[in-house]
């Protein structure tokens, strides 16, 4: 893996580039969020960098992280000098709120839809998007299902169940998944129950 | 006879100017998958488009945070329902990165098998159904032919038509087949055989190439922004193949060329999926010849793959080995890692946080088929109605992939 990405990041974005890291062979660069447009656009137009094929773009929780809850991850590659990157930068706090970025869907046009779905999935806002709005999820759905803290059981249906009465019979509405369902170990965002 | 003399006013010629908001889909023959585009015509041309996707929206990510690493398998099957070993594999190889396992020889041959048998199956589906929406029947049930001969291969090495879960983390779940070479030598040429009648009705017809060519055409530099990878991407003349630029498996030792288009339109992407169909049928040639008759499939590692049923009844360590990988699930170390395969679609990524327990803490997959519906709109903008239908079908949207 060729540590020149790095550098050249390094070179330009100064105390702005947070930290590096080539873990599994991946090229890793953690910046700060007010330097995420600016990484991405030197990552595209600098010659000797030259990502011009828009990979990927999604965010991971971090529920036990009291600053920069969200990590926003962005996959490039470059299909003239034939190398990726992945560039990281933490949004919002402990509670998910101020997690807001500046979009890159002037920098590829392809970022529009991961955004939507980063928008739609995490709840992180991307400043300057032309259309955002839920792209997975129905309009009306509150909250945002990939977050730690949004129980896995917790359903939202569109049409309200039906209730006993309607159906003049006993009905056991069992959900998709109980609590107790699954591998728990370690996992502490079990023991607070559905979030509704 | 005398002619009506209507006298119209000029005032009542002029049509409505206003204009007509559509609904496609989310149910319509030809969206296949679940995607609503709302369109707002002017007479039959597109002014406007907006794609709508997530009708099949199941929380595969989220789902995947709730079991072991080994429990993905089943929902990755479900991704791309078209190609389900294609995704296998490609997580397999995932985990396994992470892990720094590297499959047996023979394993990695058995994977590119299936692997490319997936891939046929994948692009005959994709161009047989776009020849039927354009009202080209025959060709399609020639092509599905072609992919139940697939099918029954798949099915007598894994059980299983469609949703193998075949793949596991270190190996594969069973060994190969003693007839799987000769079914493939035999199927091969039956297959391409198909292939050609197909081809034969569709591309000397002047209809079905009329509404073709030179329909949703997409520049490299655009596609490549638009993140588009694989067969629709190549179409657009960049020669990005993920078993060419970064080999992983065994493609480096086998032969075959990357097809590409010139114009990037509709009949290029028709026309390099069914090339690449015979370069799979190259591959699979290649591989059956190469493959090992006999050796070990899985890797020998205690700590992910599990032990032979025979020692998980008469022995304790295989009972313990057994439980814990199976309870506790494998331990996949801490960190982040980003994997690509090449899809039936194009780039599939899968990338992985692991917390170093043995449940995942965020499994994303980058399916290829996303950004190339993202693009959907920018291609039928300003084009005429009729030409959504060969255009969509050229980008082989598969719904469980593209709506997670």
């Known amino acids: 893996m060729s540590k020149l990405v790095l550098e050249k990041l390094a070179a330009k974005l100064g105390d702005k580039l947070r930290e590096t890291h080539s873990h599994f062979g991946d090229d890793t660069a953690l910046v700060a969020p007010d330097a995420w447009h600016e990484a991405a656009q030197l990552l595209r137009d600098d010659p000797a960098l030259d990502f011009d094929l828009f990979v990927?773009?999604?965010?991971?929780?971090?529920?036990?992280?009291?600053?920069?809850?969200?990590?926003?991850?962005?996959?490039l590659y470059s299909t003239t000098k034939r190398h990726r990157v992945r560039l990281k930068t933490r949004v919002g706090d402990e509670e998910g709120n101020g997690a807001d970025l500046?979009?890159?869907?002037?920098?590829?046009?392809?970022?529009?839809?991961?955004e939507r779905e980063t928008f739609d999935m995490m709840g992180v806002v991307f400043r300057g998007h032309p259309d955002l709005r839920r792209i997975l999820m129905y309009p009306e759905f509150e909250g945002h299902p990939l977050r730690k803290d949004y129980a896995a059981?917790?359903?939202?249906?569109?049409?309200?169940?039906?209730?006993?009465?309607?159906?003049?019979?006993?009905?056991?509405?069992?959900?998709?998944?109980?609590?107790?369902?699954?591998?728990?170990?370690?996992?502490?965002?079990?023991?607070?129950?559905?979030?509704? | 006879m005398e002619p009506i003399d209507l006298e119209l006013e000029e005032g009542e010629l002029e049509l409505p100017?206003?204009?007509?908001?559509?609904?496609?889909?989310?149910?319509?023959?030809?969206?296949?998958?679940?995607?609503?585009?709302?369109?707002?015509?002017?007479?039959?041309?597109?002014?406007?488009a907006d794609v709508q996707i997530g009708y099949l929206h199941r929380g595969f990510?989220?789902?995947?945070?709730?079991?072991?690493?080994?429990?993905?398998?089943?929902?990755?099957?479900?991704?791309?329902?078209?190609?389900?070993?294609?995704?296998?594999?490609?997580?397999?190889?995932?985990?396994?990165?992470?892990?720094?396992?590297?499959?047996?020889?023979?394993?990695?041959?058995?994977?590119?098998?299936?692997?490319e048998l997936a891939r046929i199956s994948d692009h005959l589906t994709c161009t047989g159904a776009m020849a039927m929406e354009l009202g080209a029947i025959t060709p399609f049930l020639w092509w599905?032919?072609?992919?139940?001969?697939?099918?029954?291969?798949?099915?007598?090495?894994?059980?299983?038509?469609?949703?193998?879960?075949?793949?596991?983390?270190?190996?594969?779940?069973?060994?190969?087949?003693?007839?799987l070479k000769d079914l493939i030598r035999n199927g091969v040429p039956t297959i391409l055989h198909l292939l050609e009648e197909g081809e034969k009705l569709l591309l000397k017809n002047r209809i079905f190439i009329d509404r073709l060519e030179n329909v949703g055409v997409i520049s490299g530099a655009d596609a490549k922004a638009l993140g588009w990878t694989g067969p629709c991407l190549r179409a657009s003349g960049v020669a990005y193949d993920i078993r060419k630029s970064h080999p992983y498996l065994k493609y480096d030792e086998v032969d075959f060329d990357v097809p590409i288009g010139a114009r990037g339109d509709t009949m290029d992407r028709f026309l390099v999926r069914l090339a690449e169909i015979r370069q799979s049928a190259r591959i699979l040639l290649q591989c059956v010849e190469r493959m090992p008759d006999d050796g070990p499939v899985n890797c020998d590692d205690p700590r992910f793959v599990l032990p032979e049923k025979m020692d998980v009844y008469t022995t304790i360590e295989g009972t313990i080995q057994h439980f814990k990988l199976i309870m506790e699930g494998a331990k996949v170390p801490a960190g982040e890692c980003y994997s690509y395969t090449e899809g039936g679609?194009?780039?599939?990524?899968?990338?992985?946080?692991?917390?170093?327990?043995?449940?995942?803490?965020?499994?994303?997959?980058?399916?290829?088929?996303?950004?190339?519906?993202?693009?959907?709109?920018?291609?039928?903008?300003?084009?005429?109605l009729s030409d959504i239908v060969p255009t969509f079908g050229s980008l082989n949207m598969i719904g469980g992939e593209c709506d997670h």
């Open chain 1, 56 to 75: 990927d773009l999604c965010a991971v929780d971090y529920p036990s992280r009291a600053e920069g809850r969200f990590e926003v991850v962005l996959h």
């Open chain 1, 102 to 114: 500046d979009t890159l869907t002037d920098v590829w046009s392809g970022a529009n839809w991961f």
């Open chain 1, 153 to 196: 059981n917790h359903t939202q249906p569109l049409v309200p169940y039906r209730t006993e009465e309607d159906a003049g019979t006993i009905l056991e509405k069992v959900a998709p998944f109980g609590t107790d369902e699954g591998m728990a170990f370690g996992r502490k965002w079990f023991e607070r129950g559905p979030t509704s």
């Open chain 2, 17 to 48: 100017s206003e204009p007509m908001h559509l609904n496609m889909g989310p149910s319509h023959p030809a969206m296949h998958g679940t995607v609503r585009i709302v369109l707002e015509l002017s007479g039959e041309n597109i002014m406007k």
């Open chain 2, 61 to 115: 990510e989220k789902m995947c945070e709730r079991g072991t690493w080994a429990q993905v398998f089943p929902y990755a099957d479900r991704l791309n329902y078209v190609s389900p070993m294609l995704n296998n594999v490609g997580y397999a190889l995932a985990v396994e990165k992470m892990a720094g396992l590297v499959v047996p020889d023979r394993c990695q041959w058995y994977r590119m098998i299936l692997g």
């Open chain 2, 144 to 179: 599905i032919k072609g992919r139940e001969l697939v099918w029954d291969i798949l099915e007598e090495e894994t059980g299983a038509r469609l949703t193998h879960s075949f793949g596991r983390i270190g190996g594969m779940a069973k060994p190969p087949t003693t007839q």
């Open chain 2, 345 to 384: 679609n194009g780039e599939l990524g899968f990338y992985l946080v692991s917390d170093g327990s043995g449940t995942p803490h965020r499994v994303r997959i980058r399916p290829p088929c996303f950004p190339i519906v993202g693009g959907l709109e920018q291609l039928i903008t300003n084009r005429m």
